[in-house]
């Protein structure tokens, strides 16, 4: 969702960084073969999220969510030159689309994949995080949270998508509707933890950066 004036958000495009071409072409390829295109990324939030990272240069990336692999790509930009980008999705349909796009960029040999359910795999990496994105099932937001907050390394960054959800979060709730209220619970968790500092940004349908501050 936009939460902008269409020429604002064009505005925007034009004066920001431009789509790199291996990205303009998994973006095309997304929206012409793949189910809920809308679930990538995209031009202007994945350069936000390419900056952050960069800014950032962490060495060790996870990612909940791969989906097309747009915005780990995205992410790995920023990555040290041995850093490594673990990105973790359940569906296995597009794991050897993920694949193709992973091999023909830079950074095949810092991308890790991994097929399964998240919560089971993320206490089976052994590393620590610099840089975390969450962009998966809604309903397990607070479950990713509370698996990865203590290990996240200090001032480490955790980048929350869809955090807005189409403005439902400050809509009246349907009792049935799981994923708003598991939203509504994140957005407090981060917003009173002690352990980080947050902010909201109404970037495309809501993201949220928090920092883990020094132990």
Not at 81 to 97: A, Q, R
Not at 151 to 157: H, Q, S, T
């Amino acid at each position: 969702m936009h939460f902008l004036p269409e020429d604002i958000d064009n505005y925007i495009l034009e004066h920001s960084a431009q789509e790199p071409a291996l990205l303009k072409q998994l973006n095309r390829e997304t929206n012409q073969k793949i189910l809920q295109p809308r679930m990538l990324s995209g031009h202007y939030q994945g350069r936000v999220l390419s900056l952050i990272s960069k800014i950032k240069a962490p060495e060790t990336i996870l990612e909940i969510g791969t989906y097309t692999g747009y915005s780990a790509l995205c992410l790995a930009e920023g990555l040290t030159k041995n850093g490594v980008l673990h990105t973790i999705d359940i569906n296995e349909e597009l794991v050897d689309f993920q694949k193709t796009y992973f091999d023909k960029s830079p950074f095949s040999t810092q991308i890790k994949q991994y097929l399964g359910d998240a919560t089971s795999i993320i206490p089976s990496i052994s590393s620590n995080f610099d840089l975390v994105f969450i962009d998966a099932d809604k309903p397990n937001y607070p479950e990713y949270f509370k698996l990865i907050i203590d290990k996240m390394n200090p001032g480490g960054l955790i980048l929350s998508d869809n955090v807005l959800w189409s403005g439902k979060v400050v809509e009246e709730v349907d009792p049935s509707d799981e994923s708003t209220q598991a939203l509504l619970q994140y957005n407090q968790m981060l917003a009173r933890d002690p352990r980080i500092e947050t902010v909201v940004l109404p970037i495309r349908d809501g993201l949220t950066i928090s920092r883990r501050k020094e132990y």
